[in-house]
């Protein structure tokens, strides 16, 4: 491409609808644990806690594990439910995640459209049971050059070193050539920001950047990224 070689996309809430995802797996391991209907508002109330949890663990102040867990014990506590059924609970909540599968923009049209004219990348925080089903599920793992997990490596985005083992990983590469794409600031952004790459905020809602991450293009539909490349 004109402007960049290697393309770092995130995946949830940017190819791939999370929120679709979350919502059809919670609800029915509601059903399946013998919880109940889980609400909209019981849904709003566990995204405000999921989210907590997330910055937490950007921050370097939690593990994976203690935010996976823990995120699910403040939710269950908060509803009535025994807190106890939060590990079981998550267990198959990562692997029921990946059944619901909802592209953000037409984003596998977009990613066929540019596999062979540069290299693209997943790179994402989410676990490596939820994000290989959905990968796998989406179609997205037959037409990426190589996805790199926060699980395997060993540090999470925003983190520099996550993003020093990628590139340690996929080869000699001018970072003023490679674009990571995102929706999150505190992740994606930031990360792109600290390991000096290119960055690119997929921001549909449009929300305002009240962080210290440095957003080079702005975009509210996955497709203008074209225009960037």
Request: hydrophobic share 40%; net charge negative; aromatic share 10%.
């Amino acid at each position: 491409m004109k402007n960049f070689d290697v393309i770092l996309w995130d995946v949830d809430g940017t190819l791939l609808n999370f929120l679709e995802a979350e919502k059809a797996a919670i609800r029915s391991l509601f059903l399946e644990f013998g919880l109940g209907e889980c609400s909209d508002e019981m849904l709003r109330r566990y995204s405000v806690i999921n989210r907590k949890y997330w910055n937490r663990l950007e921050r370097r102040e939690m593990t994976k594990q203690q935010i996976l867990i823990g995120r699910f014990e403040e939710f269950f506590s908060a509803e009535g439910i025994d807190p106890s059924l939060s590990e079981r609970f998550n267990e198959a909540y990562q692997v029921r995640l990946g059944d619901t599968v909802v592209f953000c923009d037409h984003s596998k049209e977009l990613v066929a459209s540019l596999a062979g004219k540069l290299r693209q990348y997943v790179v994402s925080n989410g676990t490596v049971t939820a994000q290989t089903k959905k990968l796998q599920n989406s179609g997205f793992d037959m037409l990426i050059d190589g996805v790199f997990l926060s699980e395997e490596i060993g540090f999470e985005k925003p983190a520099k070193e996550f993003f020093d083992c990628v590139f340690a990983k996929i080869g000699d590469v001018d970072r003023n050539r490679v674009l990571i794409v995102g929706d999150s600031l505190t992740s994606d952004i930031l990360g792109g920001t600290y390991a000096g790459i290119r960055t690119c905020w997929y921001n549909p809602d449009g929300g305002v950047n009240d962080t210290e991450a440095r957003v080079d293009f702005e975009i509210r539909d996955l497709n203008e990224v074209l225009g960037i490349l």
